[in-house]
């Protein structure tokens, strides 16, 4: 998850999190469908896909929902969508999968297909001759396990620096490219109450997703994080806090919590996602641009961190069903449905071959549509273990942060628990 | 206990609360008459007496037995088990949860956070449960004195409860909030704090202002209860205690405090277990942070669940907690019967 | 205890006290009143405003817009209704089954209440979270997910235990000898429990009920595991969807909040008036 999603209201995820932890035994049989499942394909009637995914709002949620019908129909079927609240998905498929209810089409956050992919509860998308091919590469690492694709993302998104084009002009300077730049803009820009810089830096998986992009391009790997590359980088967020361009309430902000920020003029640049565009849009007075994260040195390749959601086909009893299920799959990742839920919902699409023409359509799309193709899936490499290490992250920039250790000492205990 | 004068009998004969074992003086549990005045009773009616006394109160007991059967036994037997396995994702699908002994319980203890945690986990309980308990008695006390609008106002004391936690979660952040938080603006402007003190996101403050939204949910609770508590105190005996020139400090010493103990005990009790695993307020605040300053047991439990899913180790950091209730609700209700038989 | 002893004179000497400390009491109580409910009105403040922000919100709702509102009743009118139902059949519930066990608890000496006593307490420590994973199997193998009656069942793990422990306490209270009495008259165990008992005890059923209401009224959890469509929906988890991802409409969001909390305000003011008759009747207790 991307978006602040799964961490945007912590009080909902303290208490959003209930498991089904007593069906354990394993085979429940079918059991009861919460949801009607629809008469089988079997008989002559039409065919009702379960389809849970946690686009619940809208316009997310209208979107999806057309979209989810459009393919249910080209392929022969009506679909019944549960859409549950971001941070109680999770929850809610393991639940799902204890008592053998599983839908018949599920979306998940990507960074947690592996985990799901590894109780088995998913089939592999080659059983229906489906692929990865075209897709960025981060695109479909993240959708692999074990070798074998599991789900498919039609659209992706990630994070770049949005600044107010407004201020930066007044104050003369342009968007920052290397990190120098960025803590002599931020400090230049900082005045009043008006802060040169916002990041969403909490305890959280939000706050390790912000970390990623100034981590991963200056060569930290998640790996191990006791290494200088990943120090450096929390220097710089100590950097930028310590010379006041950065709000200490940093610490505490989610990713909705610093748009808000700089939509009020709060803060003149800031580290966030294309899904706030529509809010951004709808700011009166507000002239915002796009630019590329700054990196390092000049000229370095930024490497972002890919969000979006990715479709899969979990197991269930009805093999009819899932075959209509992966061919629902498949139209969602056409290259017409791509661009079109890219367009409604300020993503991207994740066919290499759509990139150029699709940002070509919206400037403030462009400098997150050209991180796509290099950026990397927070799974990539860890897999399922990528929890235990996003923990250490999100933990070494906090203990520096706040003043606790220095940024090697930081990296070095949050590596070794 | 019924055999004693009404009067002197009413610091006894309100039962302790929550689970006192002490209700009855040990002595009187078996064979002692079932009430005093039957107590003259020849043996035989009186044994037929005590088995349809017991039936009437098994009678009585049933239903609410049943349901705590059905809605806590259950779970709290699974949670008990799956501490000593090892859960994964995986678990939920295949149902294999390999036995892992002692081994979640070392992993937690040993882990990092723990001690830290188990301070914070102190430290909240003990600082929510004094302000809410000091702030609730005296606004008890007050409300007892009728005045004008004091039944409007008292009721309006409750309306923090009935806003959603996410909602008043959400406005206590923006209330903190260093940079533009009412209450920053609000000391900045009678010149109090001019430096906008991070409450939120200062490992030094951020304790603090946990505790200090818990204490205002939880003063509600501890005022009405307590109100309730102070309305069954018959108005005569502060009388007779006045004529024997006890008034102020030592009406509420002599006559306020002894018959307020039961529902004292009933709010402190209740009030420890409730906090020791108060979740959703900390979360909602600071999710634990900054670097650990706000993470409490009951969080660090959460997290491991539900972020890591690891639901053994989860879970046995939940039953050290439930350990940790369990004992202080024996220590405090055995020493509060030795200071009530003194 | 305190029946036989109610006299006159203490009637008069109340009323004497009630009128002395009259205003200035009211000053003070509304003074702290006016810092305990400040997040209140604070998010009646955003409530009112025009696109409510957690970036520099005036003290006051300057241009006043009721679109909030207008929005809020429109998406969450039945999810009131809903959690109107579940609050209320949970207290029905709950003291139903409560006030007769913790009767029995204080006035029977039953071997085993000792045992049960301990039991309600350890229930209370028990993370809901526990008690949720393990109702959701249950449920979907019963059909009782979204359904009304399901939630009343599952919040009432709240009120259940905590009415029994404070009904106990309170109906302690109540002298032996006044049930002995009543049973010598020829009085069963339950018409005792109805006519004699149950009255003495208003005060404690009435705070009991009031605090299984808030409990059931919070509920957010039980909703959220034991829910999975819109057509049972209590407004708390109704709040919580429509937070959602992208909040920028905070307006909506109070305004929710603000509708979310009058009926529940209503309920309390009438059954603090009763609490306070009660008391002041000077007939029950």
């Known amino acids: ?417 | 206990m019924a055999d004693r004068p009404p009067l002197s009998g009413t610091t006894h004969a309100i039962p302790q609360p929550a689970g006192s074992t002490r209700t009855r003086p040990p002595a009187g549990a078996p064979g002692s008459p079932p009430a005093g005045d039957q107590g003259e009773g020849r043996r035989a009616g009186r044994r037929s007496l005590r088995r349809r006394e017991r039936l009437a109160a098994a009678a009585f007991l049933l239903p609410a037995a049943a349901y705590m059967v059905l809605f806590f036994g259950y779970p709290v037997v699974k949670n008990f088990l799956m501490s000593f396995q090892k859960y994964s994702t995986s678990t939920f699908y295949t149902g294999e949860a390999p036995w892992v002994g002692l081994g979640n319980y070392r992993s937690v203890v040993h882990s990092s956070v723990f001690s830290k945690a188990m301070l914070n986990t102190a430290l909240f309980t003990v600082g929510s449960i004094v302000g809410q308990f000091v702030i609730g008695l005296s606004l008890a006390l007050f409300f007892r004195r009728r005045f004008p609008l004091s039944g409007v106002l008292r009721s309006l004391l409750l309306l923090p409860w009935l806003i959603p936690l996410i909602v008043s979660g959400a406005v206590w952040r923006w209330i903190l909030d260093k940079d533009n938080g009412a209450l920053n603006r609000f000391l900045a402007g009678v010149h109090l704090a001019p430096g906008h003190p991070g409450w939120l996101v200062t490992t030094s403050l951020a304790l603090v202002a946990v505790i200090l939204v818990n204490i205002w949910l939880g003063i509600p609770f501890n005022a009405t209860i307590l109100y309730g508590g102070l309305q069954d105190i018959p108005e005569e005996l502060y009388e007779a205690a006045s004529l024997d020139g006890a008034t102020g400090w030592k009406a509420f010493r002599y006559v306020t405090w002894p018959l307020l103990r039961p529902v004292v005990s009933v709010v402190l009790v209740l009030g420890v277990v409730y906090t020791i695993k108060v979740l959703d307020i900390i979360l909602g605040l600071t999710n634990g942070g900054p670097a650990h300053a706000t993470e409490t047991i009951a969080t660090q439990s959460y997290h491991l669940s539900f972020q890591q899913f690891d639901f053994g180790q989860g879970a046995a950091l939940g039953n050290i907690l439930i350990a940790i209730s369990l004992l202080f609700s024996v220590v405090y209700l055995r020493a509060n019967r030795r200071a009530v038989d003194e | 205890m305190t029946t036989t002893l109610l006299t006159a004179p203490a009637a008069t000497v109340r009323r004497r006290r009630r009128t002395q400390r009259s205003w200035g009491s009211t000053a003070l109580a509304v003074l702290f009143l006016a810092v305990m409910l400040f997040p209140v009105y604070w998010m009646v403040n955003v409530s009112l405003q025009r696109s409510g922000s957690a970036v520099a919100t005036p003290w006051f709702p300057e241009h006043v817009s009721f679109h909030g509102y207008s929005t809020a009743l429109h998406q969450q009118g039945r999810n009131l209704v809903t959690s109107l139902l579940v609050a209320s059949g949970s207290v029905v519930f709950s003291l139903l089954l409560a006030a007769p066990a913790a009767y029995a608890l204080a006035h029977f000496r039953v071997r085993f209440s000792n045992v049960f006593l301990f039991a309600i307490l350890l229930s209370q420590m028990i993370p809901g979270i526990v008690v949720a994973n393990a109702l959701y199997t249950a449920y979907n193998d019963l059909g009782l997910l979204n359904s009304v009656p399901g939630l009343i069942l599952a919040d009432s793990t709240a009120g259940i235990p905590f009415a029994i422990l404070i009904i106990r306490a309170f109906m302690g209270g109540i002298p032996r000898s006044v049930i002995e009495a009543a049973r010598v008259d020829g009085a069963g165990h339950l018409r005792a429990f109805v006519s004699i008992v149950l009255p003495m005890s208003r005060n404690a059923l009435i705070t009991a009920a009031l605090f299984t209401f808030l409990f059931a009224w919070a509920d957010f959890l039980f909703a959220l595991t034991l829910t999975t469509t819109e057509s049972v929906r209590p407004v708390t988890l109704g709040l919580y969807s429509y937070i959602g991802t992208y909040v920028n409409d905070w307006s909506s969001v109070m305004a929710t909040a603000v509708l979310a909390s009058v009926p529940a305000i209503v309920l309390l003011v009438i059954a603090q008036k009763y609490v306070a008759a009660g008391t002041t009747g000077g007939a029950v207790k």
């Open chain 1, 1 to 417: 998850m991307t978006r602040s999603r799964r961490t945007r209201v912590a009080v909902a995820s303290a208490l959003a999190l209930p498991l089904a932890l007593a069906a354990c035994g394993g085979s429940s049989g079918g059991g009861t469908q919460p949801t009607a499942g629809g008469s089988s394909a079997a008989g002559g009637a039409t065919t009702t896909l379960r389809v849970l995914d946690y686009y619940n709002n809208d316009p997310g949620k209208t979107v999806w929902q057309k979209a989810l019908e459009g393919c249910a129909a080209q392929a022969g079927a009506k679909i019944s969508r549960e859409a549950v609240p971001g941070a109680s998905l999770i929850p809610k498929v393991l639940q799902q999968a204890s008592s053998r209810t599983l839908p018949d089409l599920l979306m998940l956050d990507n960074p947690d297909l592996q985990q799901i992919a590894a109780t088995g509860a998913l089939i592999p998308l080659d059983q229906f001759g489906i692929t990865g091919d075209g897709f960025a590469k981060g695109v479909v690492d993240a959708s692999t396990y074990k070798g074998k694709l599991y789900g498919l993302q039609p659209s992706t998104n990630t994070i770049a620096l949005i600044y107010n084009k407004d201020i930066l002009d007044k104050a003369g300077v342009k968007p920052p490219t290397t990190w120098d730049e960025l803590k002599a803009t931020a400090k230049q820009l900082t005045k009043g109450g008006t802060y040169g810089f916002a990041v969403s830096a909490p305890a959280n998986y939000e706050g390790t997703w912000q970390f990623l992009p100034f981590m991963w391009t200056n060569g930290g790997d998640e790996k191990d994080i006791n290494t200088p590359q990943v120090a450096q980088a929390v220097q710089l967020w100590v950097d930028l806090m310590k010379d006041g361009s950065l709000s200490k309430s940093a610490l505490n902000w989610t990713q909705a919590d610093v748009n808000d920020q700089f939509k009020a003029g709060k803060a003149a640049m800031m580290i966030n996602g294309p899904w706030q565009f529509p809010v951004l849009d709808a700011a009166k007075g507000l002239n915002y641009g796009v630019a590329q994260i700054p990196a390092p040195k000049a000229g370095e390749k930024v490497v972002a961190p890919l969000g979006g959601e990715t479709w899969t086909v979990p197991q269930t009893k009805d093999k009819d069903k899932q075959a209509l299920a992966a061919k629902v799959v498949q139209c969602l990742n056409s290259d017409e449905s791509q661009l079109n839920l890219a367009k409604q919902n300020d993503t991207i699409p994740t066919k290499t071959a759509l990139l150029a023409s699709f940002s070509s359509t919206n400037p403030h799309i462009k400098a997150f549509a050209d991180q796509i193709p290099t950026a990397r899936a927070r799974t990539g490499e860890l897999g399922a273990d990528w929890p235990k290490a996003a923990t250490k992250i999100y933990t070494a920039f906090q203990a520096a942060l706040t003043g606790q250790t220095s940024a090697a000492d930081a990296v070095k205990q949050a590596q070794n628990g």
